[in-house]
């Protein structure tokens, strides 16, 4: 079974529409989300809508979960105050999306799982019980293993971190996906996994990043510009107010 996997999709429906072009070329026998859907995007509403609509099952996300409990960031800021300016940001795109999502879209993210296997394949946002935390790209084998083996899967795959890889440890491969939006590895283009029975590979896809960059500055979104110049750079850029801590 070929099985792709998508993950942290941020709202960006024009990167999205993109990889649902290349995934009809590739034809995976199906297609797995790894949450992160709808915050930080100009079109929240239509990236769920569209997910639902292709019937991709998946999890929630970190990002996912602060849209129905925003008491999480209030939490963030006390135990990480240096990124006050950060959670503050992020509480005012929460509290917009919601807006734009409504009370329906809202429960079907709810209801998410947090896990979800389909054949040797075993797939979370960040890692097992925990939606915010997670290995970075260059995390060595021993903390991939200690982090990812109580899944006893084959493979695991997981995304929240945006910077996609392939790391094979004895029998088991740890992959990240990357992100389809707001990638942090320095290439702009989306990036999904592709699992061909026990052989994963990244895939990146093309898309009008400019296209979607004026979407997020007509969308009223708060710190569009901020998104924008990520969007772009394919890196975490700090806020001016973090920049002037």
Not at 56 to 84: F, I, K, M
Request: hydrophobic share 40%.
């Amino acid at each position: 079974m070929r099985i792709a996997v998508v993950s942290d999709i941020h709202g960006n429906l024009t990167a999205l529409e993109a990889v649902v072009a290349d995934l009809r070329r590739c034809a995976p026998d199906l297609v797995l989300q790894g949450g992160d859907l709808p915050l930080s995007g100009a079109h929240p509403g239509e990236v769920v809508d569209r997910v639902r609509e292709l019937g991709w099952p998946g999890v929630c996300g970190n990002t996912d979960e602060v849209l129905w409990a925003p008491e999480l960031l209030s939490d963030l800021a006390r135990r990480q105050p240096q990124l006050h300016a950060m959670w503050q940001v992020i509480e005012q795109i929460t509290a917009r999306t919601c807006e734009w999502l409504g009370e329906e879209r809202l429960g079907w993210l709810r209801g998410l799982p947090r896990e979800h296997r389909l054949g040797p394949v075993a797939l979370v946002h960040a890692s097992p019980g925990d939606l915010w935390r997670s290995p970075l790209a260059d995390a060595s084998d021993a903390d991939l293993k200690a982090t990812y083996q109580a899944l006893a899967a084959p493979i695991v795959v997981y995304g929240h971190i945006h910077r996609p890889f392939v790391r094979k440890l004895g029998a088991r491969v740890v992959a990240n996906t990357g992100s389809v939006s707001l990638s942090y590895d320095g290439d702009p283009r989306a990036s999904y996994l592709l699992v061909d029975g026990l052989d994963v590979t990244i895939r990146r896809v093309e898309y009008d990043v400019e296209r979607e960059a004026a979407a997020l500055r007509r969308s009223g979104l708060p710190r569009s510009d901020w998104l924008c110049a990520t969007l772009r750079a394919a890196r975490y850029l700090p806020l001016p107010e973090e920049s002037r801590g």
